[in-house]
C-alpha cells in the first residue's frame, strides 16, 4: 500500500526557474517528512527534513511548505541549476513507535528533476 | 565521513539462483534497511534489522530474506531468483533513538535475473 504519494513524476525547468515537487500522506502519525536527493550512480542522500510543528523550512535554496491539515508537503527549489538535476524522493516516518525509534521511512514515488542551462 | 558499501554494483543471475547482496557500515548504526528501486514505485523497503540477529518484514518481503550476523553487516539474500527481481536494491542504515533519522545510503546493486 502506497501511503505517500508524490507527483509530478518528472519535470524539466529552465536554469533559475522554481521547481515544486509535490507529495501527500495518508497516515496522521506520521511526524518527521524528509526529502532525500539521488544522483546518477549514487544512493539517496537527505538534503532536507520537516517535523509537523512547523509549516516552512529553509535551506540554502531548498524549501519544504507543509500543510498538516491538508496532509501534503512540498520542496521548492529557488534559483534552480543544472546540478541540480537529480531524483528527488519525499518520505514519511513515525519517529518513535512503542518506546522505540527504528526510523522506518515510506518513500514516495520519485520525480526525476532536469534542470537545463 | 560516513561510509555503506554494498558488495557489488552489478549483478547478473540465472532463473532459480540463490543470490546474495552484502551490505557493510563502518557508522556503528543499529538500524539498517534493503529497498528496492523501481522506476515509477520509489524506494520500497523489503527487510530491515534494529539489531543483531533480529529483522522485521518491511512491504515488500516475499520471495527475500535476510541476515544480519554482524552489526557492521546486513545481507540480503534471494532463494531462488526470479525475473521480477531485477531491479536496483539499496542498503541503508541508521542511529537508534534520537531526534534525526537520517539514513544513510551504499551506491546500490543493479541485479539483473535471466
Known amino acids: 500500500q502506497q501511503q505517500v504519494k508524490q507527483s509530478p513524476q518528472s519535470l524539466i525547468v529552465q536554469k533559475g526557474g522554481i521547481p515544486i515537487i509535490n507529495c501527500a500522506y495518508e497516515?496522521?502519525?506520521?511526524?518527521?517528512f524528509p526529502w532525500y536527493q539521488q544522483f546518477p550512480g549514487k544512493g539517496p542522500a537527505l538534503l532536507i527534513a520537516i517535523r509537523p510543528d512547523v509549516s516552512e523550512k529553509k535551506e540554502g535554496r531548498f524549501t519544504i511548505s507543509f500543510n498538516k491539515s491538508a496532509k501534503q508537503f512540498s520542496l521548492h527549489i529557488m534559483d534552480s541549476q543544472p546540478g541540480d538535476s537529480a531524483t528527488y524522493f519525499c518520505a514519511a516516518s513515525k519517529v518513535w513507535s512503542g518506546g522505540t525509534s527504528y526510523g522506518k521511512l515510506t518513500f514516495g514515488q520519485g520525480t526525476i528533476l532536469t534542470v537545463h542551462p | 565521513d560516513v561510509k555503506v558499501t554494498q558488495s557489488s554494483r552489478y549483478l547478473v543471475k540465472r532463473t532459480g539462483e540463490k543470490v546474495f547482496l552484502e551490505c557493510v557500515q563502518d557508522m556503528d548504526h543499529e538500524n539498517m534497511f534493503w529497498y528496492r528501486q523501481d522506476p515509477g514505485l520509489g524506494l520500497r523497503l523489503i527487510y530491515f534489522?534494529?539489531?543483531?540477529?533480529?529483522?522485521e518484514k518491511g512491504d515488500i518481503p516475499e520471495g527475500y530474506s535476510v541476515s544480519r550476523e554482524k552489526k557492521e553487516r546486513f545481507s540480503l539474500i534471494l532463494e531462488s531468483a526470479s525475473t521480477n527481481q531485477t531491479s536496483m536494491y539499496l542498503c541503508a542504515s541508521s542511529p537508534q533513538g534520537g531526534v534525526s533519522h537520517e539514513q544513510y545510503f551504499g551506491p546500490g546493486t543493479r541485479l539483473t535475473v535471466t
Open positions: 534489522s534494529y539489531d543483531v540477529k533480529m529483522k
Open positions: 497516515n496522521t502519525a506520521f511526524d518527521y
